[in-house]
């Protein structure tokens, strides 16, 4: 009886940690992106060494902010990782991506600066000649 109950619990555990989690965020080339996002109206380069460090403090998603020439990137829960001691409101809007897709794009390419970008409509991380975006506002989509 034991043996079962604890079968079912490993199981439920699976299944809920599978089921609950999306996958945020798409890769497109560099060019699509910009025929689909339009221009790019405020841009912050960063190292992929910094940003990689960054998001190693997060379990699940990625949410970054491009204002007035800084990025802000929260982790999961909206715990700020970027700058260190930064504040933000519960009412400003992040764009939320998965961890995987942006760790996907660290992967893609040789260089080693990508660029955190501001564009009319929304943002997108580029590096190399592939741009990350299909990214979600949180709020009001928030996850964790």
């Known amino acids: 009886m034991r043996r079962m109950a604890m079968f079912f619990i490993v199981i439920l555990t699976l299944t809920t940690s599978t089921c609950f989690s999306q996958t945020i965020g798409r890769i497109f080339g560099k060019e699509e992106a910009n ?3 339009g221009s790019v109206l405020e841009s912050v380069t960063m190292s992929q060494s910094q940003l990689s460090s960054i998001i190693s403090q997060t379990q699940n998603y990625v949410m970054f902010k491009v ?12 715990a700020v990782l970027y700058p260190t001691g930064a504040s933000v409101g519960p009412t400003e809007v992040f764009n939320v991506v998965s961890k995987s897709k942006v760790i996907e794009l660290l992967n893609l390419g040789t260089g080693s600066q990508l660029f955190i970008e501001r564009r009319s409509q929304t943002l997108t991380i580029t590096k190399d000649m592939n741009t990350l975006e299909e990214m979600q506002p949180c709020p009001p989509y928030c996850y964790n």
């Open 35 to 37: 025929t689909l996002f």
């Open 67 to 78: 204002s007035n020439g800084n990025v802000t990137i929260l982790g999961d829960g909206r």
